[in-house]
């Protein structure tokens, strides 16, 4: 019992540091404002696009069964998660001077944003493979991808990401901080908060590279591997079928750079501070999820006759109402 004690003692010893400095986006006041305005009209962008997708698919029935609009549904919830990981803090923090997060909340911020982040990359990886079963087997596409296979497909993602990120704040949460405790960044990530540990990380950042940055790149390379098939696939087909399944394939490409990319960038190389880190920050949490929504609607028709029932639906409810 008394070595317990002195063991937890020394470790709250080792680990002086309570909390976590956020130098945000900016040191300027005036600029902080307009930024604040601008994430603002951002964030209501990304709510109402995404909650607008989830309310699309989950109550048209016709869409629902459509594994494509499954993922969908799912990929623009977990955008919806994502965002509120990171941006109500970041809003927060605009209108005041001192930007601090507390260690646990820090450790929250990993732990969610990690979770969310790898999920989402393994759900945009079962939807290449989607993809690739709609174009090179369509008559037999919705026997493969049936309700229950997309349904543990989704379960494995979520899974998938629970592992990672537990794994993260697990390697983080061993290291003692008695020292510096500011983060060059507007959120807490694990390359930032490492490099502020009172030992030597090298080992530890070796196990991040391989968790994070592997994990990005492979499924980057298998993306881009299921989209060279799908391509060459095409060259086979029909011209308008092909012009449509092009569409769909440019799109997801899009929404897969824009997240793989600032991923591979960030945590596939030693933990150092670039000036272009910040931005590719803010494209992961802000950017891609507000496209999102826009890049998947904009042209597909399906989703915007679902849309425009959704809409009618509401108003002749209204109608009833008021009556």
């Given at each position: 019992?008394?070595?317990?004690?002195?063991?937890?003692?020394?470790?709250?010893?080792?680990?002086?540091?309570?909390?976590?400095?956020?130098l945000g986006?900016s040191?300027?006041?005036?600029?902080?404002l307009?930024?604040?305005?601008?994430?603002?009209l951002?964030?209501?962008?990304?709510?109402?696009?995404?909650?607008?997708?989830m309310?699309?698919?989950?109550?048209?029935a016709y869409?629902?069964?459509?594994?494509?609009?499954?993922?969908?549904?799912?990929?623009?919830?977990?955008?919806l998660?994502?965002?509120?990981?990171?941006?109500?803090?970041?809003?927060?923090?605009?209108?005041?001077?001192g930007?601090?997060?507390?260690f646990?909340?820090?450790?929250a911020?990993i732990?969610?944003?990690?979770?969310?982040?790898?999920?989402?990359?393994?759900?945009?990886?079962v939807?290449?493979?989607?993809?690739?079963?709609?174009?090179?087997?369509?008559?037999?596409?919705?026997t493969?991808m049936?309700?229950?296979?997309?349904?543990?497909?989704?379960?494995a993602c979520?899974?998938?990401?629970?592992?990672?990120?537990?794994?993260?704040?697990?390697?983080?949460?061993?290291?003692?901080?008695?020292?510096?405790?500011?983060?060059?960044?507007?959120?807490?990530?694990?390359?930032q908060v490492?490099?502020?540990?009172?030992?030597?990380?090298?080992?530890?950042e070796?196990?991040?590279v391989?968790?994070s940055g592997?994990?990005?790149?492979?499924?980057?390379?298998?993306?881009?591997?299921s989209?060279?098939?799908?391509l060459?696939?095409l060259r086979?087909?029909?011209?308008?079928?092909q012009s449509k399944?092009?569409?769909?394939?440019?799109?997801?490409?899009?929404v897969?750079?824009?997240?793989?990319?600032?991923?591979?960038?960030?945590y596939?190389r030693p933990?150092?501070?670039f000036?272009?880190?910040?931005?590719f920050?803010?494209?992961?949490?802000?950017?891609?999820?507000?496209?999102?929504?826009?890049?998947?609607t904009?042209?597909?028709?399906d989703?915007?006759?679902?849309?425009?029932?959704?809409?009618?639906?509401?108003?002749?409810s209204?109608?009833?109402?008021?009556?």
């Amino acid at each position: 019992m008394s070595l317990g004690i002195l063991d937890l003692m020394r470790k709250e010893n080792d680990s002086k540091v309570t909390e976590f400095v956020l130098l945000g986006l900016s040191s300027s006041w005036e600029l902080q404002l307009f930024l604040f305005l601008i994430f603002v009209l951002l964030y209501m962008v990304i709510v109402l696009g995404n909650v607008l997708i989830m309310l699309t698919v989950w109550t048209d029935a016709y869409l629902l069964q459509l594994p494509m609009y499954f993922f969908l549904g799912h990929l623009s919830f977990l955008d919806l998660c994502l965002s509120c990981v990171t941006v109500p803090k970041m809003l927060g923090d605009f209108l005041q001077e001192g930007k601090v997060i507390s260690f646990s909340g820090c450790l929250a911020q990993i732990y969610f944003l990690h979770f969310l982040g790898a999920s989402e990359m393994l759900l945009l990886t079962v939807m290449a493979y989607d993809r690739y079963v709609a174009i090179g087997n369509p008559l037999h596409y919705l026997t493969v991808m049936n309700h229950q296979l997309c349904v543990q497909l989704v379960f494995a993602c979520w899974c998938g990401g629970f592992i990672h990120s537990i794994t993260q704040v697990t390697l983080v949460i061993q290291l003692p901080f008695c020292g510096p405790n500011e983060l060059d960044n507007f959120y807490c990530d694990v390359p930032q908060v490492i490099k502020l540990a009172c030992v030597d990380t090298y080992v530890i950042e070796v196990l991040m590279v391989s968790n994070s940055g592997l994990l990005s790149l492979i499924c980057f390379l298998v993306l881009l591997f299921s989209y060279a098939v799908i391509l060459i696939t095409l060259r086979t087909r029909f011209r308008q079928g092909q012009s449509k399944a092009l569409s769909t394939c440019a799109s997801h490409l899009t929404v897969v750079s824009l997240i793989f990319v600032p991923c591979v960038f960030i945590y596939l190389r030693p933990f150092c501070s670039f000036s272009v880190d910040k931005v590719f920050s803010v494209f992961y949490t802000v950017i891609t999820p507000m496209l999102n929504p826009l890049i998947y609607t904009l042209r597909n028709a399906d989703v915007k006759t679902a849309m425009k029932k959704l809409r009618k639906k509401h108003v002749t409810s209204c109608c009833h109402v008021k009556e």
